[in-house]
């Protein structure tokens, strides 16, 4: 059981998310018909807190080293790496995810591990901490006094108050020549060019901050949100604070990857939603909290 630590929320910075309503869903036609992004609809949110930035290595070191918790992937033993950031021995490499062989199973990856045993979180302090499943980030969450955002808060919050827009900066990818998110270039998965500099998770607050002061939030990590994940949930939404269905095939993730490219994964579109089993983590997987708000 993991146990409030009063001081915990001060590793948090984050900003007043206003209530309001909005439409959410895809405006473009351009999602996965099995991901249900559509119909469009309009949702009603109450104000909330949310973390500037997903949460880094500093901040789960510090959850880790006060309460001893170790996650899953610690647990399990092995956790899967993108195959071009992979450091470990052949040996710890145990094979390749069916209908995915870019993901290795490598063992010994976990947080403290991004990129197996021979890497440590501490080499990259603030970047977004990885290899984190749901009961993980609830851990984490139990532990400061916060909780994962609702779906609907998550698309809300990564609007950034813009309406009807394909990212959560506007329209266009790259307005001006100018990289936004950190997603892949190239011909995925075999050759990223890191034209935004990255071919991994890059730093929290590298790229522009949305109209709400989030960074992030398309792109770098997947994060994790708080409801069970239904393609056909959005046909019967509730209009005001909608928590997602009662069940579902796994959880929501939101914001897309490092690895996200339009001929493979077209998913940092602000509108865009995947899920995966509850206990499942990869090199590509965070999140960021959210608390209530009295103002």
Same mark, same amino acid.
């Given at each position: 059981m993991i146990l409030q630590n009063p001081t915990a929320s001060g590793l948090h910075d984050d900003v007043i998310i206003p209530g309001g309503v909005f439409a959410m869903g895809d405006a473009f036609g351009e999602g996965y018909p099995s991901d249900g992004e559509g119909p469009v609809h309009e949702v009603r949110l109450n104000a909330f807190l949310m973390d500037t930035t997903? &949460?880094?290595? $500093?901040?789960?070191?510090?959850?880790?080293?006060?309460?001893?918790? $170790?996650?899953?992937? =610690?647990?399990?033993?092995?956790?899967? &790496?993108?195959?071009?950031?992979?450091?470990a021995p052949t040996s710890e490499v145990l094979g390749a995810a069916s209908g995915a062989p870019w993901w290795l199973n490598v063992r010994g990856a976990d947080w403290?591990?991004?990129?197996?045993?021979?890497?440590?979180?501490?080499?990259?302090?603030?970047?977004?901490? &990885?290899?984190?499943?749901?009961s993980d980030a609830l851990a984490y969450c139990a532990w400061t006094g916060r909780r994962l955002p609702s779906e609907a808060e998550w698309e809300y919050a990564a609007?950034?108050?813009? =309406?009807?827009? $394909?990212?959560?900066?506007?329209?266009?990818?790259?307005?001006?020549? =100018?990289?936004?998110?950190?997603?892949?270039q190239g011909t995925f998965p075999a050759v990223n060019t890191t034209d935004d500099g990255y071919l991994g998770t890059a +730093?929290?607050?590298?790229?522009?901050?949305?109209?709400?002061?989030?960074?992030e939030v398309a792109?770098?990590?997947?994060?994790?949100?708080?409801?069970?994940?239904? +393609?056909?949930?959005? $046909?019967?939404s509730p209009v005001d604070n909608p928590q997602g269905p009662t069940i579902g095939a796994g959880r929501v993730m939101r914001g897309g990857s490092y690895l996200c490219h339009d001929s493979y994964c077209n998913r940092y579109r602000v509108a865009a939603r995947t899920a995966n089993t509850p206990e499942s983590s990869s090199g590509n997987c965070g999140f960021r909290t959210v608390a209530a708000s009295d103002r």
């Open positions: 997903a &949460v880094t290595n $500093r901040m789960f070191a510090a959850f880790t080293d006060a309460t001893g918790y $170790r996650t899953e992937a =610690e647990l399990y033993g092995t956790s899967a &790496v993108f195959h071009l950031l992979v450091q403290a591990h991004p990129a197996g045993p021979a890497s440590h979180w501490s080499d990259s302090p603030d970047h977004p901490v &990885v290899h984190i499943s749901h609007r950034g108050g813009l =309406e009807g827009k $394909r990212y959560a900066w506007g329209n266009e990818l790259a307005p001006r020549g =100018e990289h936004h998110c950190n997603i892949w +730093p929290v607050k590298t790229f522009p901050p949305n109209g709400y002061g989030l960074y792109g770098n990590v997947w994060e994790w949100c708080a409801d069970w994940f239904l +393609p056909k949930y959005y $046909r019967n």
